[in-house]
């Protein structure tokens, strides 16, 4: 039985060396050194919030969301080691109202008195719409940028529901 106690000690000992090891590892990899520029890549399904059933979460790995990016982004203005933001955007599934905070968050780190500049291979309405939040806007030369335009309306039907 004191075999057995030792055993279990010297296994908890290890793990906990192992343990305080990756903590020195993750602390070593995290450093942010001065004049870095934060690159955001935001393409495919951004959702709002990470999927909470355990399956999906096991399945799909680490999901970027919406409150990802704006957290990023927030850090991004506050952290004097961040010179600037480079954002590549691709075709994504976004509706308007994220594309909006989003840009919103770009436009506080410009004020900021950091530079922003968005990269597009190919653009529609919602990407350029994000990327034009940024200082600069560089496509390339032999890409696609397919704009629409953008209108709302409002339907105003009182004089014909008087005529009723």
């Known amino acids: 039985m004191k075999t057995l106690g030792k055993m279990f000690l010297v296994l908890v ?5 192992i343990e305080i090891v990756a903590m020195v590892v993750t602390a070593y990899w995290n450093h942010i050194s001065p004049n870095t520029v934060l690159a955001l890549r935001i393409s495919g399904n951004v959702p709002e919030q990470a999927p909470e059933d355990l399956p999906t979460q096991l399945l799909r790995g680490r999901v970027t969301t919406v409150t990802d990016i704006l957290e990023g982004l927030e850090r991004a203005r506050t952290d004097s080691r961040i010179t600037g933001i480079e954002v590549r955007v691709a075709p994504n599934s976004m509706n308007m109202g994220k594309l909006q905070e989003v840009r919103d968050a770009i436009g506080r780190v410009n004020r900021s008195g950091k530079f ?14 994000l990327a034009s939040a940024c200082q600069t806007v560089i496509l390339m030369p032999k890409s696609l940028l397919y704009l629409r335009g953008l209108m709302a309306s409002t339907p105003f039907y009182r004089g014909s529901l008087d005529k009723l």
Do not use: D, H, Q
């Not at 000992?13 to 060396?17: E, R």
């Open 116 to 129: 922003s500049v968005a990269y597009l291979e190919f653009a529609t309405n919602g990407p350029y719409f």
């Open 13 to 17: 000992a290890i793990l906990v060396a």
